[in-house]
């Protein structure tokens, strides 16, 4: 009989997990395995058949009130099995504890998280192409370490709940971008761009206004190569306003779930997600 067995991903693991989103069109970002071990080193688990990596899931814990699942994953000569449903359980077993759990679902998924307890709340639309191109904007600057209090406060508010950890590593990782749109003193949007396998997502993307939006998407889309790529909350009509005005087009889809009490996050203010995988 087969020995399956699912723990805890090594960092080098974790790196493999990511190569496997990238075969299933994912397109992860270069550094993305770096930012996310930030997040919770514990959060990545993997499925070993006799000893072969066959399955993947992250549990993220982002504290006792929300955790968010993501790199739900078995590779194709071993699906249908049920060491998927194995990994998936021992998921859903590390996050036991949270109050609230998320997850961005592929389309082909969805009735299965559904069966688990989780809710739809809104789809999430990528969008990507080459966008058009607007001058520079001057209230729109790098962010330096002297606005990391304003950058945590609009992430608490637009993400929901605290995450330092990730939060560093997202900002700061080599090859990403972390743009603002001030006035004044006041942090009115911010954006990080991050080189992918193919071209650049922008993400997240948050802003007060429309009109700050824009103006943050025009200046992370300048200088990049390749086409760029920007995940929307559809319940938010100015940001799929935006993708299209700038000639993006839709190109693949999730559905925004929730096990227990969703949060109650300003989606009119989320003009792009962070990512799929992590929230």
């Not at 996050?95 to 759990?101: A, C, D, F, G």
């Not at 058009?132 to 637009?158: F, I, K, N, W, Y």
Request: net charge negative; hydrophobic share 40%.
């Amino acid at each position: 009989m087969a020995d399956f067995i699912v723990r805890t991903a090594t960092r080098p693991e974790l790196d493999l997990i990511v190569g496997w989103a990238a075969n299933e069109g994912w397109n992860p970002g270069l550094r993305d395995a770096d930012c996310f071990h930030a997040a919770d080193p514990d959060g990545f688990l993997i499925g070993l058949l006799d000893g072969e990596p066959v399955t993947a899931i992250s549990a993220v814990s982002y504290g006792p009130s929300f955790g968010f699942l993501g790199f739900y994953l078995c590779v194709p000569e071993h699906r249908g099995k049920g060491y998927g449903i194995q990994a998936w359980e021992a998921g859903m077993a590390k996050l036991e504890k949270v109050r609230t759990i998320g997850l961005d679902g592929v389309v082909a998924q969805q009735d299965n998280y559904a069966k688990s307890g989780f809710v739809l709340d809104h789809r999430n639309i990528r969008f990507g192409g080459a966008p058009s191109s607007a001058p520079a904007d001057p209230a729109v600057r790098l962010l330096t370490e002297g606005d990391q209090r304003h950058m945590d406060a609009m992430d608490l508010a637009c993400f929901g709940y605290p995450r330092p950890a990730f939060l560093d590593a997202w900002l700061n990782t080599g090859g990403h971008r972390a743009l603002g749109c001030f006035q004044g003193a006041r942090l009115d949007g911010y954006a990080v761009t991050r080189p992918c396998r193919e071209g650049t997502k922008i993400g997240p993307l948050f802003a007060v206004s429309p009109e700050i939006a824009e103006r943050l998407f025009d200046a992370a889309a300048t200088g990049v190569d390749g086409p760029v790529f920007l995940d929307v909350p559809e319940p938010n009509k100015d940001a799929v306003a935006l993708a299209e005005k700038k000639g993006l087009t839709p190109s693949f889809e999730t559905a925004r779930m929730y096990l227990g009490p969703k949060p109650l996050l300003p989606l009119g203010e989320v003009f792009g997600v962070t990512s799929f995988e992590l929230g």
